[in-house]
């Protein structure tokens, strides 16, 4: 007989939550069934497990997804109602859907138009919430559309998703992925692409699935399928309703610059008939925890942090001991934007007659012309206007580091002024390089 998955050792987390039985695993991470000590509330307990991360280059999707959900309160999205962290282990607290997958039924048999259009609908406000939100999905399909204990579609899993912060200069995404029989024909082009359109083309074929039991572009050859796909080639079954034929027609649309949009089907006779704009207070659906963040590094009480404290910040996913000197690495909040922290970083660094080498993501490396010592800085984007500066000091020169950092550079930054009143004391004795 096949061993019965037994839940963690510790099953009261942080004094908080029971934990019961495991209700989905993947590779990095388990769900499990669990009810808070409280309150008595059945919630679903997401386990990360950072050692399993490590090296995968996955980690800014963890981050990412918290950082997504936290702004996302709609009632049909799954809502996430809090962040722990230990040293080895990150857990979502998040609701427990009842209902299961969306997948699991209509496995079973297709739906009616009627009951479809009900769950499109329904689809279709979350979508539309998280695009109003500068949050794209990137991965709709029915094993992430989850089912209440009222039969209400919920949208889950975001770790694939995007943020209009990821936008390029030319207005468009650029990271292909997606699942293939629901990726849009533009990502495929490999050109760039809009994330509100290319949900809108995984809502269409969503919404075939659920009115013809099966999927419009599905071979086991993926090149096939692939090319099918780009040239928008499906046949739509006899018994769907011209109305229904014609609204797939504008979902499926090849071209991004015409397939319609989620304002535009407000207008179309199929979508119309039966609905109701969904009326909610985004308040009814926050945290109800005011998403603090649990850190417990060391088995001492839980700290409570603001999600913008604990969001991305650590390398690793680490989330202990975030702030001031931690492994060598400083790290504090700014109200200035990544750019005009970068300016000011530049600026002083030339000025000191400092090597720059700028890196992929968004930081520099600072490096002192006798090679002793460096600095190394990146920063993250919290918000518009709020962003997480992370410094190393590098070398063993340490008298020279903090004379450029603690005595020029940091008060520069700190003060917040304006960026082009740094002026060196001297003149550097050579050229900067660049790299």
Same mark, same amino acid.
């Given at each position: ?94 609701? &427990? ?11 079973? *048999? ?12 329904? %689809? ?13 999905? +990137? ?5 992430? %559309? ?19 912060? $990821? ?23 490999? +050109? ?27 071979? $086991? ?8 796909? @780009? ?6 079954? +006899? ?6 034929? +014609? ?23 199929? &979508? ?53 000197? !931690? ?21 002083? *660094? ?50 020279? !580091? ?11 930054? %700190? ?6 009143? @740094? ?13």
């Amino acid at each position: 007989m096949p061993e019965i998955e037994q839940p963690p050792e510790i099953t009261a987390l942080f004094g908080k939550y029971e934990l019961g039985r495991v209700v989905g695993c993947g590779a990095f991470a388990k769900v499990y069934y669990a009810r808070n000590v409280k309150t008595g509330q059945s919630v679903a307990v997401k386990i990360i497990n950072k050692k399993k991360l490590s090296g995968t280059g996955l980690a800014g999707n963890v981050k990412r997804e918290i950082t997504i959900m936290s702004r996302l309160h709609h009632p049909h999205i799954v809502r996430l109602h809090e962040v722990l962290a230990t040293k080895t282990k990150i857990y979502f607290i998040m609701d &427990f859907v009842r209902g299961g997958e969306l997948f699991a039924k209509i496995s079973k *048999g297709r739906f009616s138009e009627d009951l479809s259009r009900r769950y499109f609908h329904q %689809l279709i406000s979350a979508v539309g919430y998280c695009h109003s939100r500068g949050v794209f999905h +990137r991965d709709l399909k029915p094993e992430n %559309l989850l089912l209440d204990e009222n039969g209400n579609l919920k949208v889950s899993d975001f770790g694939l998703s995007a943020v209009r912060d $990821q936008i390029r200069p030319d207005g468009l995404l650029h990271t292909l992925c997606g699942t293939p029989a629901y990726v849009a024909p533009e990502i495929l082009a490999k +050109r760039g692409y809009d994330g509100a359109k290319v949900d809108v083309w995984s809502c269409g074929v969503v919404l075939f699935v659920l009115a013809a039991g099966y999927l419009p572009f599905n071979e $086991q050859n993926l090149m096939v399928m692939y090319r099918k796909i @780009y040239k928008g080639e499906f046949r739509c079954p +006899r018994w769907m309703s011209t109305d229904l034929r +014609r609204f797939l027609s504008k979902l499926l649309d090849t071209n991004p610059e015409t397939r319609i949009t989620v304002d535009g089907m407000t207008r179309d006779p199929w &979508f119309r008939k039966g609905y109701k704009q969904i009326k909610f207070h985004e308040e009814d659906y926050g945290s109800g925890y005011d998403l603090g963040f649990g850190c417990k590094g060391d088995g001492s009480e839980v700290l409570n942090l603001n999600a913008f404290d604990i969001i991305s910040f650590s390398s690793g996913l680490d989330l202990s001991g975030l702030f001031g000197e !931690f492994d060598g690495v400083e790290r504090f909040v700014l109200r200035q934007s990544p750019e005009k922290i970068l300016e000011v970083v530049e600026e002083v *660094g030339t000025g000191e007659g400092m090597a720059l080498r700028w890196k992929k993501e968004c930081g520099v490396e600072l490096e002192g012309l006798s090679g002793k010592f460096g600095i190394e800085i990146e920063v993250y984007r919290l918000t518009v206007e709020v962003a997480m500066v992370e410094v190393r000091r590098r070398g063993s020169d340490v008298a020279a !580091f903090c004379n450029l950092w603690d005595i020029k550079l940091k008060p520069q930054l %700190l003060r917040g002024e304006a960026t082009t009143s @740094y002026q060196p004391e001297c003149e550097p004795e050579s050229p900067v390089s660049s790299d």
